[in-house]
């Protein structure tokens, strides 16, 4: 398809296990976003790349949380140990140098 | 430091009235300014962005939003509303000197029929 694809849609793990949540960016966008989107919140900023390097990491919460994207294209965001609140909605979005954001419909993971 | 305000966390308004969401901002570089929407279980779409020039900038579905630099705000409007616009709507920020995007904590627009 044309849009962010975002795999998968929902994850329910336990506590202390590990989650890999997948991003695929439009073709041929450079800057890739994850955010995190609680109830009731807007996006929290995570972390950013431009190509395949992590541009701006500032907004990981701790060093559980992790972020590749070796191909310059697909992302996967990583975390380790999860406790129950990192349960959120992950979100994914593919920017250009216009400054437009398009954005996956996101990954919720519920830890228990 | 950059941070995005929206005044109104609710916003009850009957189907054909007018509504204005509202948004201030606040920081010490220029900024680009977008409106996104978040319909219930889909991702956030962008209605509408203010780069530069026309401080008055026309979106989808009707909206529109008026960038007023004296008073850090951007403020999104629509002459009259559709019960299809319920939803979340966010305002976001981004200093035009880096790429981090700043986002409000949403305004939940429903339509009353």
């Known amino acids: 398809g044309a849009g962010v694809s975002q795999t998968p849609s929902n994850k329910v793990t336990e506590k202390g296990k590990y989650v890999e949540l997948r991003c695929d960016p439009i073709?041929?966008?450079?800057?890739l976003y994850w955010y995190r989107q609680s109830l009731g919140q807007g996006p929290e900023f995570l972390i950013y790349?431009?190509?395949?390097?992590?541009?701006?990491d500032s907004g990981l919460p701790n060093d559980r949380f992790f972020a590749v994207r070796p191909e310059g294209s697909v992302s996967t965001l990583k975390i380790q140990r999860t406790e129950r609140g990192d349960s959120a909605v992950y979100l994914c979005?593919?920017?250009?140098?216009?400054?437009?954001?398009?954005f996956g419909e996101g990954s919720r993971l519920t830890v228990l | 430091a950059q941070s995005v305000t929206q005044l109104d966390s609710q916003v009850p308004v009957f189907e054909e009235a007018p509504v204005e969401l509202r948004c201030n901002y606040s920081?010490?570089?220029?900024?680009?300014l977008f409106w996104y929407v978040q319909y219930p279980n889909q991702g956030l779409q962008l209605l509408l962005k203010?780069?530069?020039?026309?401080?008055l900038v026309k979106g989808i579905n009707g909206f529109e939003a008026e960038f007023n630099k004296s008073q850090t705000s951007f403020h999104l409007r629509k002459p009259s509303v559709h019960i299809s616009d319920t939803a979340e709507y966010f305002c976001?920020?981004?200093?035009?000197?880096?790429?981090?995007?700043?986002f409000g904590t949403g305004t939940s627009l429903t339509v009353i029929p």
């Open positions: 203010y780069l530069s020039g026309s401080t």
């Open positions: 790349f431009q190509g395949t390097g992590a541009a701006d």
């Open positions: 920081s010490s570089v220029s900024v680009y």
């Open positions: 979005a593919s920017g250009t140098y216009s400054g437009e954001l398009f």
């Open positions: 073709s041929g966008h450079t800057a």
């Open positions: 976001a920020v981004n200093p035009n000197t880096g790429n981090q995007f700043y």
